[in-house]
Structures are given as C-alpha cells and as structure tokens.
C-alpha cells in the first residue's frame, strides 16, 4: 500500500515504513536503545532524503524515549535534578546544531557530513563494543571471574569546580562536565536525529559514575526533552519534519519494542552486546561504502535555500 | 518587412474580407490555444498525466495546410525558480561535492509538444530567438563572471537533470491537426510537477518561419489531506512542531498502555 509523504514528497509503502519502525523497535527493546541511530540510516538507504530522514528521526525518538521514561520514573530510577542539568546543556547543543545543520545545507555538504558523522559514531562506539564484548565472552569462557571495576575511584573530572549534589545519583560533581555532555548529545541529536543514548549512557556511567540503575531512566528522561526541542525548532527552521513518516514508525516502533524487550531477557548480556555492536558496524559499514562508490550521477540539483 | 508591404498586406487584408473568396489569402494567420480550465488539482498520489489543449488555427492558408507545411509547437512552462547545481568529485577518495553553479529563473518544467521533429521545423537560430525549447532556454548564471566553459557544462548537466526526471519533457508528434484549424496539443506533466502558475504557449510556424504565438495560463495546485499538512507545516510551522511532538509522547504513552508489561 503506497502513501504519499507530505514532507518529503515522495511515495513509499505503509508496510516497509511499518516493519521498518517494528524491527528497530524490536532491537531497541531488545537492547534498551531508543533505535534514532539505525531509523536515520534505514531512512537514507530508503530514499527519504537526509535532511528529512534526520529530523523525523528526532521526532520518532520521542515517542520511544517517553514511553520508557514512564517505566522509570513509576520505578523511581530517574534522577530528575541531573537530568534538568544535562537538558541545560542539551538546549544549548541543539540550538547550535541546528544552526551548522542549515549552514551545511545551504552549503550542500549536509548529506556528506551526516553520512560522515554516522560512520565515525558507529564505527568507533560499535568497535569499542565489540572488542568489549568479545573480550568479556572469552573471559566467560575461560572460567575467569570478571575483573570488577573498582568504584570510588577519582578521575580528573572529579576536580572540575562548580559542584552540585544529585541526590537521587548520589553524586557530587562538577556540572562542567554534566553540562558538556548535555550539549554534546543535543549537537548530535540536531545534526543525526538519534537520541544519543547510546554515547549518553556510556558516559553517565564511566565519566561521571553515575549509578547503573539510575542511567537509564535519566538518559531517556533527557532524551526526550532534547528530541522535542530539536523536532520543534527543526519543523520551525527547516520544515523538514514529517509527521506521516514519524507517526509511521513510531507505531511499528512501540509494538516491536516490547517483543525485543522479551527477546532480549533470553539472551546473555555479552553476546546481546556482541549482536548489537556487530549491527552497528554493519551500518556504519554500509554508510561508508556509499561515500566511496561512485554515484551514478555526479549532478544535482537543489532549491536556494 | 517594410511600411509599403506592410500596407500592401493591409490592403490586402481588407480585400480578402471583402471577397472572401480571393484565390489569394493573405499572411494573417493566427493562433489560439484554449484550456477547458484555468486551475488544475492534482492529488497527493499524482504520478503524472498527460495534458491536452485544444487550439487553432485562424486564416489559414489551405493550399499551406494541405502541404502540412503548418508546424506547432506548444509548450508548458512551470515556474521560474533559481536553482543551484552541484557537482561531486573525489577528494581522498570520498564524493564530495565541490564546484556548483547557481542560475536565476530556471523553469521549474518545461514540456514541449510538437507536430514534428524540432530540427525539421525550423532553423537552430529561430529556436535561440524565441528561446524555445529546453535546449535553447537560457539559463542566467548568478556569477557570468565564471568562466564559459564551467557555466556550458553546468548547463547542460542542469537540463540532463531535469530531462532525467522528467520535468523537461518532449513529445514529438504530441501536437495533432485535426482538421485545416483545429488542433490538438498533449503535454507530458511529469508526477512531480510543482505547484504554481504555468504558462501554456503556442507557437505557430508556416514553412520553417515564426508567425505567431499565444499564450494561456494554467494554476496547478496539489490537493487533498498530505497538502494541508504541507501547507500547515510551512505556514504554522511552530505549532505543525507542537503537534509532532505531542503526537509523539501520545503514542508512546498508548503503546505503553496497550502492551504494557510491568
């Protein structure tokens, strides 16, 4: 069944966008990612161009991130105060990417920057964790006991002035770094339309050595505050949010998360880790063999903007 | 032509309407072209369509006509735009793109229907005077300081382009006579013409030399719910914004109710 994208203006079919929005769904339940950083690609791959692909994406997070922030805070994992803090910085990231994503685009380097940014991203973060995960499956392997990192230990974050108490993390820290990391992900949130959970929570955990349990519900809490600025001042600056498209694959979206996050109980942590690292290299993989490839037209034409 | 054969056709005009069975019709002939509506509503699943306008010919020359040696040529130009082509080139092996040219007033389409091959029915000169025909547009640079040859092969990658997707169109034989007077013109609108007001114009040729042109204009407009939501993303787009992302939450929070786990 075909449907014709207000926003994008081209035809695509209902049920690619749906089993699109499913699958991802199905891997961000499965692995507790909000899913922005493959929606992005597949929509390229798919022909939507990369200005609207980026901000639907952003779009599309939002549902996904509120749906499993309300889990959280019901549970009470979700630290509101560090999460007000790390929105701060997320404003102000946004605000600025929005600002290189018009200049980009009026450039014409918009689409090459995006496809570089999601190759350098993904291959670094899925590299990392692959090596991560491999490394920790021999470790299991060999019967080893997995080396424990050791907590209480001070790093060169933890001597930045300004520090505030985040009571619900137990955490007394700089907020330099909080509001750095805040505007780092809103930056990527505007230019790739991905919710930055999966650089967020690394960071949270090792940089800032906020508490696991809390991570996430804070990470998503953020996410969707920084999504909808982005989505808002996207559809205000650029008109390039389309809301069929968005409301397509959240709807695949919310029902496949919830039989990935089924799925993903029966899997171990270190090979769902070595899966997910494996797919995100794969993207990255395929992005950077589109830059390379000689296209079939070296022409194009585009709109002053 | 000079102020006494001028007169002279005058005269002779005058003649031919009085006698209007002179063996001799004078060089008066016109054209007119008709288009059964000034608006045209395309829906969100357009995928193109041909267009046919329905013309004349007035005074014509029969003896002309029964030799075919009558040629139209009708066109269907969408709105002027300025349009920017950029070309990619290798830099450490990555496509990239680098040079681009810009050009003013560049028409959006541009479909062409004619009775015959273009080159059969006139000079390559007469086509660049009446700038006729998507080859012979002139496409104004933004910088004519750039050199010649960069501005030629943007140019022509810029018609290659829209030809590719359909916008510049040409159907030879697309224009029918009917009979001595009347005619048929079908364009090709490609299914992603844009909106705005085009102009259908009608080009009359007797034995390879330009006699008169007409001209009609036709509104396309897009219709139908995926158009209000364009129109609403582009004239609200603050509050198309707040309604994204509250459609957003709202769905997250009812896949939470309808699959609720926990």
Same mark, same amino acid.
């Given at each position: 069944?075909?449907?014709?994208?207000?926003?994008?203006?081209?035809?695509?079919?209902?049920?690619?966008?749906?089993?699109?929005?499913?699958?991802?769904?199905?891997?961000?339940?499965?692995?507790?990612?909000?899913?922005?950083?493959?929606?992005?690609?597949?929509?390229?791959?798919?022909?939507?161009?990369?200005?609207?692909?980026?901000?639907?994406?952003?779009?599309?997070?939002?549902?996904?991130?509120?749906?499993? $922030?309300?889990?959280?805070?019901?549970?009470?994992?979700?630290?509101?105060?560090?999460?007000?803090?790390?929105?701060?910085?997320?404003?102000?990231?946004?605000? $600025?990417?929005?600002?290189?994503?018009?200049?980009?685009?009026?450039?014409?380097?918009?689409?090459?920057?995006?496809?570089?940014?999601?190759?350098?991203?993904?291959?670094?973060?899925?590299?990392?964790?692959?090596?991560?995960?491999?490394?920790?499956?021999?470790?299991?392997?060999?019967?080893?006991?997995?080396?424990?990192?050791?907590?209480?230990?001070?790093?060169?974050?933890?001597?930045?002035?300004?520090?505030?108490?985040?009571? $619900?993390?137990?955490?007394?820290?700089?907020?330099?770094?909080?509001?750095?990391?805040?505007?780092?992900?809103?930056?990527?949130?505007?230019?790739?339309?991905?919710?930055?959970?999966?650089?967020?929570?690394?960071?949270?955990?090792?940089?800032?050595?906020?508490?696991?349990?809390?991570?996430?519900?804070?990470?998503?809490?953020?996410?969707?505050?920084?999504?909808?600025?982005?989505?808002?001042?996207?559809?205000?600056?650029?008109?390039?949010?389309?809301?069929?498209?968005?409301?397509?694959?959240?709807?695949?979206?919310?029902?496949?998360?919830?039989?990935?996050?089924?799925?993903?109980?029966?899997?171990?942590?270190?090979?769902?880790?070595?899966?997910?690292?494996?797919?995100?290299?794969?993207?990255?993989?395929?992005?950077?063999?589109?830059?390379?490839?000689?296209?079939?037209?070296?022409?194009?034409? $585009?709109?002053?903007? | 032509?000079?102020?006494?054969?001028?007169?002279?056709?005058?005269?002779?005009?005058?003649?031919?309407?009085?006698?209007?069975?002179?063996?001799?019709?004078?060089?008066?002939?016109?054209?007119?072209?008709?288009?059964?509506?000034?608006?045209?509503?395309?829906?969100?699943?357009?995928?193109?369509?041909?267009?046919?306008?329905?013309?004349?010919?007035?005074?014509?020359?029969?003896?002309?006509?029964?030799?075919?040696?009558?040629?139209?040529?009708?066109?269907?130009?969408?709105?002027?735009?300025?349009?920017?082509?950029?070309?990619?080139?290798?830099?450490?092996?990555?496509?990239?793109?680098?040079?681009?040219?810009?050009?003013?007033?560049?028409?959006?389409?541009?479909?062409?229907?004619?009775?015959?091959?273009?080159?059969?029915?006139?000079?390559?000169?007469?086509?660049?005077?009446?700038?006729?025909?998507?080859?012979?547009?002139?496409?104004?640079?933004?910088?004519?300081?750039?050199?010649?040859?960069?501005?030629?092969?943007?140019?022509?990658?810029?018609?290659?382009?829209?030809?590719?997707?359909?916008?510049?169109?040409?159907?030879?034989?697309?224009?029918?006579?009917?009979?001595?007077?009347?005619?048929?013109?079908?364009?090709?609108?490609?299914?992603?013409?844009?909106?705005?007001?085009?102009?259908?114009?009608?080009?009359?040729?007797?034995?390879?030399?330009?006699?008169?042109?007409?001209?009609?204009?036709?509104?396309?407009?897009?219709?139908?719910?995926?158009?209000?939501?364009?129109?609403?993303?582009?004239?609200?787009?603050?509050?198309?914004?707040?309604?994204?992302?509250?459609?957003?939450?709202?769905?997250?929070?009812?896949?939470?109710?309808?699959?609720?786990?926990?």
């Amino acid at each position: 069944m075909g449907i014709y994208l207000p926003i994008a203006e081209i035809s695509v079919n209902v049920f690619v966008l749906l089993a699109m929005g499913a699958a991802v769904g199905f891997l961000s339940g499965m692995f507790g990612v909000g899913g922005g950083f493959l929606i992005t690609p597949l929509l390229i791959f798919y022909n939507i161009p990369p200005a609207i692909a980026v901000a639907t994406g952003a779009n599309q997070v939002i549902a996904s991130s509120f749906s499993g $922030a309300l889990s959280h805070f019901k549970r009470g994992t979700l630290d509101f105060k560090l999460g007000g803090v790390l929105l701060a910085g997320g404003i102000v990231g946004s605000t $600025a990417g929005i600002y290189v994503f018009a200049l980009l685009r009026r450039l014409g380097q918009l689409d090459l920057f995006i496809s570089l940014l999601y190759v350098a991203l993904l291959g670094t973060v899925g590299g990392l964790m692959l090596v991560e995960s491999v490394n920790a499956l021999r470790a299991s392997r060999s019967g080893a006991a997995p080396v424990l990192k050791k907590s209480g230990q001070h790093n060169w974050i933890h001597r930045l002035p300004f520090k505030m108490r985040f009571r $619900a993390s137990k955490l007394f820290v700089s907020i330099i770094p909080v509001l750095g990391l805040g505007a780092a992900i809103g930056f990527l949130s505007s230019i790739m339309g991905v919710g930055g959970g999966f650089i967020m929570v690394p960071a949270l955990i090792y940089l800032l050595k906020v508490p696991t349990n809390v991570v996430i519900g804070t990470s998503l809490f953020q996410i969707i505050f920084t999504s909808a600025y982005t989505t808002l001042v996207h559809a205000t600056t650029n008109q390039t949010v389309d809301v069929i498209l968005a409301f397509l694959l959240m709807a695949g979206g919310v029902a496949g998360a919830q039989y990935g996050a089924k799925a993903g109980q029966r899997l171990r942590g270190e090979q769902l880790r070595a899966l997910l690292a494996l797919l995100v290299l794969a993207v990255a993989i395929r992005l950077a063999i589109d830059l390379f490839v000689t296209p079939p037209n070296r022409y194009s034409l $585009a709109g002053l903007t | 032509m000079g102020p006494l054969r001028a007169f002279a056709a005058a005269i002779l005009s005058l003649a031919a309407a009085a006698l209007p069975a002179a063996a001799q019709t004078p060089a008066t002939e016109s054209i007119q072209i008709g288009l059964s509506t000034d608006a045209i509503s395309i829906t969100a699943g357009f995928s193109g369509a041909d267009l046919t306008i329905f013309g004349s010919l007035e005074n014509p020359d029969p003896l002309i006509a029964r030799q075919g040696r009558y040629d139209v040529i009708v066109v269907l130009e969408g709105p002027a735009r300025p349009v920017v082509v950029r070309r990619k080139d290798r830099v450490l092996g990555v496509w990239i793109n680098l040079e681009s040219e810009t050009f003013e007033n560049v028409p959006v389409s541009y479909s062409v229907a004619t009775t015959r091959p273009l080159q059969d029915i006139t000079e390559p000169n007469s086509y660049k005077q009446l700038s006729l025909g998507a080859s012979n547009l002139y496409m104004q640079p933004a910088e004519p300081s750039d050199s010649p040859i960069t501005i030629e092969e943007f140019t022509s990658a810029l018609r290659e382009r829209k030809t590719a997707t359909g916008l510049y169109s040409e159907n030879v034989g697309g224009v029918q006579f009917l009979s001595q007077n009347l005619f048929r013109a079908t364009v090709r609108l490609a299914p992603n013409i844009p909106v705005g007001t085009h102009k259908a114009r009608a080009f009359l040729f007797k034995s390879g030399m330009f006699v008169k042109e007409s001209s009609a204009q036709l509104e396309i407009r897009k219709s139908g719910f995926e158009q209000s939501i364009f129109r609403v993303a582009h004239d609200y787009s603050f509050l198309y914004g707040v309604f994204a992302v509250s459609l957003a939450m709202l769905t997250g929070w009812l896949g939470r109710i309808v699959f609720r786990k926990d």
